[in-house]
């Protein structure tokens, strides 16, 4: 007879995965140590497989381990929504809804957007994280992001996951007021400053390198910044270079306004996905703000 995996068992799984330690987990679920203790003996034994390497500072995952963690946080997640769902279709409106957004929708389109639905739904909590699509995967994955709305490289994804188109955002040069680069006309007059630019992980920027490549000269990027906040106040407080959003040429929340560098140069517009797991069901109130988000996009931006 086949082993059946018990809730409370996958729940004490992934706390002590997450927490690196019985005591941890321990604290977290408000449960004693050795009833977590019993739940991963009788999981293993039933799994018949090890789950975790003991140490003397805490517990690690195996190989099997890894692999049971992705299902077992995905199963999770799923009864949650399961659970958010039913109660949503009997009109309880509450409920955690996770989104995953990149960090110029995040500064752009999401204000009005999460504002409008918190006025909507004040139970619902919302989590936003902010990010390049790379460094949102595995939650994606994990079902710990409902969403997200990131630029895309074709890449190994497609099967996994749905691309829908929302908007397309134009990038430009940007420098601080008063740079000496601002009379430029083109880029190859720029060859000689300072470049930065947010990480090259990210879609955009590798649609960046690609146009760069076929150069026969490239902007020397000495800096890369792994946030875009970062790159932003860089440029904005020294004599670096960069290709960003072209709307923070007007952006009320740059503390140092940022100069925009208008090079005859063409180049690439940022084309926003919304992107969910293929196999992924939302609840009501998931899919209500994604409508939302929709809706925004057609007011602000034409997709082409």
């Known amino acids: 007879m086949s082993f059946q995996v018990k809730f409370h068992q996958l729940r004490a799984f992934v706390e002590v995965a997450r927490q690196g330690s019985i005591r941890g987990a321990s604290r977290v679920l408000n449960l004693s140590q050795p009833a977590l203790t019993r739940s991963i003996k009788e999981l293993e034994e039933g799994v018949a497989a090890q789950l975790f390497i003991r140490r003397s500072k805490g517990v690690a995952l195996t190989e099997c381990g890894e692999s049971f963690y992705q299902h077992a946080t995905l199963i999770l997640k799923e009864l949650r929504a399961a659970q958010d769902d039913i109660l949503q279709r009997h009109g309880q409106l509450a409920g955690k809804i996770n989104i995953g957004l ?7 389109l999401m204000p009005p957007v999460i504002s409008r639905f918190h006025l909507q739904h004040p139970q619902v909590k919302v989590r936003i994280m902010e990010g390049q699509l790379l460094s949102m995967i595995n939650q994606l994955r994990q079902g710990e992001l409902d969403f997200t ?5 074709q890449g190994p994804y497609d099967h996994e996951f749905s691309f829908e188109k929302l908007l397309e955002k134009p990038f430009a040069v940007f420098c601080r007021e008063g740079h000496p680069a601002i009379g430029a006309k083109s880029i190859s007059e720029l060859l000689d400053y300072n470049w930065t630019m947010p990480t090259p992980r990210g879609s955009y920027y590798k649609q960046l390198e690609e146009l760069f490549n076929h150069r026969a000269q490239k ?5 890369v910044c792994e946030t875009f906040s970062a790159c932003i106040s860089l440029v904005g407080q020294s004599d670096f270079l960069s290709i960003l959003p072209q709307e923070l040429g007007c952006d009320p929340l740059l503390s140092r306004p940022l100069a925009m560098i208008p090079v005859v140069d063409n180049l690439p517009k940022a084309t926003y996905y919304l992107i969910q797991r293929r196999d992924s069901r939302q609840t009501p109130l998931t899919e209500s703000l994604i409508n939302q988000f929709r809706r925004q996009c057609r007011q602000i931006y034409s997709c082409q």
């Open 102 to 108: 990149g960090a110029s929708i995040a500064r752009t």
């Open 149 to 153: 709305i990131n630029t895309y490289y």
């Open 219 to 223: 902007p020397n990027v000495g800096v």
